[in-house]
């Protein structure tokens, strides 16, 4: 199993940008496809982008593809989330999520390993 701990959450205004960081515990991170998932007020958990284990695939939806972007360090056991040109719907706790090996993207079942979430919040 591995442990998943967001980081770089908080307040920002309509226009700007966040980093959001996921640091797994085990050294055993490039075994594992890794996702970013939110979830706003009063809505369901959905998915924002994914990574493959390798980092060459990346996958996104639709109301965030061309402002944020997934990466991963694999050597720093991190998967990071930039997210440019925030818009107030973006407010969201922001969950961490991991698969061991491969997985089609987007299924929040598909994930085994959570984080606690880090809260991202845009005012108008």
């Known amino acids: 199993q591995v442990q998943l701990v967001e980081s770089g959450g908080g307040l920002v205004q309509s226009g700007g940008s966040l980093r959001l960081s996921c640091a797994a515990s085990?050294?055993?991170?490039?075994?594992?496809?890794m996702a970013w998932f939110r979830q706003g007020p009063g809505k369901e958990r959905e998915s924002v982008a994914a990574?493959?284990?390798?980092?060459?695939?990346?996958y996104y939806s639709d109301s965030v593809k061309g402002r944020f972007t997934i990466s991963r360090d694999n050597a720093k056991n991190t998967v990071f989330l930039q997210m440019n040109s925030l818009k107030p719907e973006d407010t969201a706790v922001y969950y961490c999520?991991?698969?061991?090996?491969?997985?089609?993207?987007?299924?929040?079942?598909?994930?085994?390993?959570w984080g606690q979430g880090t809260q991202v919040t845009v005012s108008s």
């Open positions: 999520a991991a698969r061991r090996g491969a997985t089609n993207w987007g299924i929040r079942t598909n994930y085994d390993y």
């Open positions: 990574v493959s284990r390798g980092g060459s695939a990346t």
């Open positions: 085990r050294s055993t991170f490039d075994t594992y496809s």
